[in-house]
């Protein structure tokens, strides 16, 4: 067992840290809380889980990611979702795949790093000079 990210009670990371596997039980995540039906409904993380990660590009640089742990017993339900929520979502989604520059629907999400706009070679983003 590492004990890199082992500390029960705070002192080194200021709140109860535990490696991946070796969470108490009665702790969830976020994602684990909403497999069962539930949110952490406003409570304050009670400790973490940290695991360490290895640079995406390669790199000798090290670093480490966390996950907030809820207590279960704590947690409340998923609030339903209402129909003014669902047309609010619908809606959101629809804006996530329409052209801003010529209105064109695409089958899906365009990038925000094209500025939600059709991406080069589609749409408004053809080439005049290959359009003539």
Do not use: N
Request: proline content about 9%; aromatic content about 8%.
């Amino acid at each position: 067992m590492s004990t890199r990210f082992y500390d029960p009670t705070g002192q080194r990371f200021g709140i109860p840290t535990y490696p991946r596997g070796l969470a108490p039980a009665g702790l969830a995540t976020r994602s684990q809380l909403r497999e069962l039906g539930l949110r952490p409904g406003g409570q304050e993380p009670a400790a973490q889980l940290a695991w360490a990660t290895r640079s995406r590009c390669g790199g000798a640089r090290e670093g480490y990611r966390i996950a907030w742990l809820y207590y279960i017993h704590l947690a409340r339900p998923v609030r339903p979702m209402t129909p003014a929520r669902e047309r609010a979502l619908a809606k959101a989604l629809l804006a996530r795949h329409t052209c801003r520059t010529c209105g064109e629907l695409h089958e899906y999400c365009l990038p925000t790093s094209l500025g939600r706009t059709c991406p080069p070679g589609t749409g408004c983003a053809v080439d005049v000079r290959l359009a003539a």
